[in-house]
Nanobody, 110 residues
Framework: QLVESGGGVVQPGGSLTLSCAAS????????MPWVRQVPGKGLEWVSG???????GYADTVKGRFTCSRDSTTNTLFLHMNILKPEDTGIYYC??????WGQGTQVTVSS
């Protein structure tokens, strides 16, 4: 099971940290992507962390977002800085077994 939290409304240039609480699988070794659904567009891979804890980022968020994993609490994080209106969307975490969370809404607006 995956449960996201931390979404909200923030002004451009602001920051948010999303959390994804994981249970029921071997979290510390699982591939864990973050995917967002942007209004009027399809799903977009944003970031993620592989089984060796190496993070990756889409070009659109590189330098602004940081993905990390805390295996002691089975929690995945996405730290988002310098947010832009185009970052608005529903953010989902998933695992390498095809499980998705319910999503958390992020709105960047002045």
């Amino acid at each position: 099971q995956l449960v996201e939290s931390g979404g909200g409304v923030v002004q451009p240039g602001g920051s948010l940290t999303l959390s994804c609480a994981a249970s029921g699988f071997l979290f510390r070794k699982s591939l864990m992507p973050w995917v967002r659904q942007v209004p009027g567009k399809g799903l977009e891979w944003v970031s993620g962390i592989d089984s060796e804890n190496t993070p990756g980022y889409a070009d659109t968020v590189k330098g602004r977002f940081t993905c990390s994993r805390d295996s002691t609490t089975n929690t995945l994080f996405l730290h988002m800085n310098i947010l832009k209106p185009e970052d608005t969307g529903i953010y989902y975490c998933a695992n390498g077994f095809g499980t998705w969370g319910q999503g958390t809404q992020v709105t960047v607006s002045s």
